[in-house]
T-cell receptor, first 112, second 114 residues
Framework: QQKVQQSPESLTVSEGAMASLNCTFS??????FRWYRQHSGKGLEVLVS????GEKEEGSFTAHLNRASLHVFLHIREPQPSDSALYLC????????????FGHGTILRVHP | DPKIIQKPKYLVAVTGSEKILICEQY?????MYWYRQSAKKPLEFMFS???????DNQTASSRFQPQSSKKNHLDLQITALKPDDSATYFC?????????????FGHGTKLSVL
């Protein structure tokens, strides 16, 4: 059964400093990786999806996938206080790409 | 405008009662899902429907029953409610058949069972 773990549990950065979040997964057949953001009490906002090794950029968010090491990273360039939220990594495998396994998330705080 | 509408936003119920959580999507998607987010667990997949047919069920309890009356509707009926059912329930949708399809989520219904 797929296990998705995220680190760190929480991260505090200063405004403008790069933020890097880590996600590891257990199923080597995984082929669909997404990062979501959830502001407190709100729904989920998709940030970036990646399906092959390498990098994928969407605005200030860059996902980096290395399937051999079972890692997918999220880098946030020049984060703002409004980027403070819970960041969730989600992984799926095979044809049923709507069945995602989520990590517990990383709480990001961006200080002005 | 939100494209996935969940109603109500907040719901309080007593133990043993029955509630229905409403979900409608206006994205033209052919697949819909329910997920649950409770305080101690990560967001968990519950059900997936494609063209109004159940595709996957990861919910052990039969107390949870999805209902799809229309292509863009997937409601969730919960019977014999328990305090452990307290969670935020998210509806989601996608257009299956595309290799890079994305899963879009509603804002959730927060259920509190007393």
């Amino acid at each position: 059964q797929q296990k998705v773990q995220q680190s760190p549990e929480s991260l505090t950065v200063s405004e403008g400093a790069m933020a890097s979040l880590n996600c590891t997964f257990s199923d080597r057949s995984s082929d669909n990786f997404r990062w979501y953001r959830q502001h407190s009490g709100k729904g989920l906002e998709v940030l970036v999806s990646i399906f092959s090794d390498g990098e994928k950029e969407e605005g200030s968010f860059t996902a980096h996938l290395n399937r051999a090491s079972l890692h997918v990273f999220l880098h946030i360039r020049e984060p703002q206080p409004s980027d403070s939220a819970l960041y969730l990594c989600a992984v799926s495998a095979g044809a049923n790409t709507g069945k995602l396994t989520f990590g517990h998330g990383t709480i990001l705080r961006v200080h002005p | 405008d939100p494209k996935i509408i969940q109603k109500p936003k907040y719901l309080v119920a007593v133990t043993g009662s029955e509630k229905i959580l409403i979900c409608e999507q206006y994205l033209g998607h052919n697949a819909m899902y329910w997920y649950r987010q409770s305080a101690k667990k990560p967001l968990e997949f519950m059900f997936s429907y494609s063209y109004q047919k159940l595709m996957d069920n990861q919910t052990a309890s039969s107390r949870f029953q999805p209902q799809s009356s229309k292509k863009n509707h997937l409601d969730l009926q919960i019977t014999a409610l328990k305090p452990d059912d307290s969670a935020t329930y998210f509806c989601a949708s996608s257009q299956e058949g595309f290799s890079n399809e994305r899963l879009f989520f509603g804002h959730g219904t927060k259920l509190s069972v007393l």
